[in-house]
């Protein structure tokens, strides 16, 4: 059980409105995903008979400086819904979802506006590739927003000073069933030797997490004249661009290059072990990230798991993992290689859920701020119109 609840909390700057959520990631269960719940409070008087609404939105951007178009990077809404919370549309007992929300409201007072969202199925998880050191402003993401902003209509020009965002993630987690144990192998024949070289590697399962060790299972039978000069062992990330253009970048998050030989004739058995993680790669751009909320719950991003009949081109960015088994053969015209491809899923496992009763009535309120990672800058929009007016500038909790 846990202390207090915790409630993020961002206000705009001309302290119209306030948005407030239990949670920043919600869970994609591939045949479900949690619904977007929280409240917003409004000051009647500085609306000035403003609206107030609430917007959720998944958008895709491909920002790199080479895909731009006359200067304007490419950038495209996969989802957007919109809702007007004040004034009310309905009662607002029906506007209650959750008893986070029903607690909030209590706490908050009469001017406190519930909203929720359901994602629709098909949408993809929240990815970002990293930008090097080098690259300022945002680069190629898969990004969900909430916005909240009082204006005269929907489609009224929103000022910035009016309105409050909230990046948050939508993730997935291991399924609790695993596939098979990967096991690939394969034999090459050489010219001018009789016998073949025979390689074989495999994984002890198919399903690892997120900081755990790799470990690599490799079986040489060289049967043939080469000789095998080195072995190198790699995890590679592969992120493939599929809204876009189908861009690929493979990665090698995770190396073992101990510099075994194999001699004709030899055999060797030897498990190398492999650690991919993001703290050994922050410099490297391309790599694909869990999406961006905070430097310390960033990591390398998840095996993508979609459902069944969604299209693939619509998921913006796909992440998938393999352990790269290279052998190097050496030769009198030149060296050579012999490869393997072990498919594997790196995920966050399942936490362990907390019942809304067990939650504490008591609730610590958390400025909702978004921290970007070493290289990255926020862009003049997030600067001007999406930070936290502060504890002096919001409207008074009860």
């Known amino acids: 059980m846990s202390s207090k609840h915790v409630v993020f909390k961002k206000i705009c700057k001309d302290n119209s409105v306030g948005v407030y959520v239990g949670k920043r990631d919600f869970v994609d269960r591939v045949d479900s995903v949690e619904p977007v719940d929280g409240v917003v409070l409004v000051d009647p008087e500085a609306l000035e008979g403003r609206k107030v609404f609430v917007t959720l939105s998944c958008t895709f951007r491909y920002g790199r400086d080479d895909m731009d ?6 950038r495209r809404e996969l989802y957007v819904s919109t809702r007007q919370v004040y004034p009310p549309l309905q009662d607002r007992e029906k506007g209650i979802h959750t008893r986070n929300q029903a607690r909030l409201l209590r706490k908050l007072g009469d001017d406190a506006h519930p909203f929720f969202f359901e994602f629709p199925d098909n949408l993809p998880c929240s990815v970002a590739l990293q930008p090097s050191p080098q690259d300022v402003g945002k680069q190629c993401t898969v990004e969900f927003e909430i916005k909240a902003f009082s204006a005269e209509s929907q489609d009224a ?3 910035k000073r009016s309105t409050v965002k909230m990046v948050i993630r939508k993730i997935q987690y291991a399924p609790e069933v695993e596939g098979v144990a990967p096991s690939v192998e394969t034999s090459k024949d050489f010219v001018m030797s009789e016998k073949p070289l025979h390689v074989k590697a495999s994984l002890d399962k198919e399903m690892y997490y997120h900081g755990e060790p790799i470990k690599v299972n490799v079986s040489v039978t060289n049967d ?3 000789n095998i000069k080195n072995i190198i062992v790699s995890v590679d990330q592969v992120a493939t ?3 876009y253009s189908n861009d690929s970048y493979v990665k090698s ?5 101990p510099g075994d030989c ?5 055999t060797l058995q030897k498990v190398y072990t492999l650690l991919p ?6 410099e490297r751009r391309g790599i694909a990230l869990d999406g961006k909320l905070n430097h310390e719950d960033t990591n390398l991003a998840s095996s993508s798991i979609v459902k069944e009949g969604v299209l693939k081109e619509v998921m913006g960015i796909m992440v998938s993992y393999r352990v790269m088994v290279k052998l190097i053969i050496g030769g009198m015209m030149g060296s050579s290689e012999v490869c393997l491809e072990v498919p594997f899923k790196l995920m966050h496992p399942k936490p362990d859920t907390v019942k809304e009763s067990e939650l504490e009535e008591e609730m610590e309120f958390q400025e909702f701020k978004r921290s970007y990672l070493t290289g990255m ?3 003049e929009e997030e600067e001007d119109g999406n930070v936290s007016g502060g504890e002096e500038m919001a409207p008074k909790e009860k």
């Open 157 to 159: 020009k929103i000022k």
């Open 253 to 257: 998050v995770a190396i073992e290059e």
């Open 69 to 74: 178009v006359m200067g304007i990077a490419f």
């Open 224 to 226: 043939s004249s080469k």
């Open 262 to 266: 194999v001699s004709p004739g030899a």
């Open 241 to 243: 661009v599929v809204l």
């Open 277 to 282: 993680l993001l703290a050994n790669n922050k």
């Open 377 to 379: 800058v926020q862009d």
